[in-house]
């Protein structure tokens, strides 16, 4: 279900859809904090692989111009990896994100990449 809704923020092009503009949730769990975290980064990575693609947010898509890359908001660069291994993946196929790996997180991101 994920893809379905990393296509769905792609796709609005409105300042405050914008990832830099994730509000930090200031979760007082720290797992969900680092998940949270570590998925915004994922989409980052997922949104600029598309725009590199050529996609565009606005559904258009542009073969060899300059982009503007998305950035992560400031907030997750201050979230610490867990203490213990935190497994999100159901089999060993999938191999795990490297945005939650450095938190360490066990989950798949190829799901965002979809186009």
Not at 25 to 30: F, H
Not at 77 to 101: C, H, K, Y
């Amino acid at each position: 279900m994920m893809g379905y809704e990393s296509d769905y923020f792609f796709y609005h092009t409105e300042n405050s859809w914008q990832l830099s503009q994730i509000p930090d949730p200031r979760d007082k769990d720290s797992i969900r904090y680092a998940v949270l975290a570590s998925l915004v980064e994922a989409l980052v990575s997922a949104f600029n692989w598309k725009l590199e693609q050529g996609l565009r947010r606005d559904g258009t898509h542009a073969g060899d111009k300059a982009v503007d890359l998305q950035t992560r908001p400031n907030w997750t660069a201050d979230i610490q990896p867990l203490p213990e291994r935190v497994r999100l993946q159901r089999n060993e196929t999938d191999s795990a994100g490297p945005e939650f790996l450095k938190r360490n997180i066990d989950a798949p991101t190829g799901y965002l990449y979809c186009v």
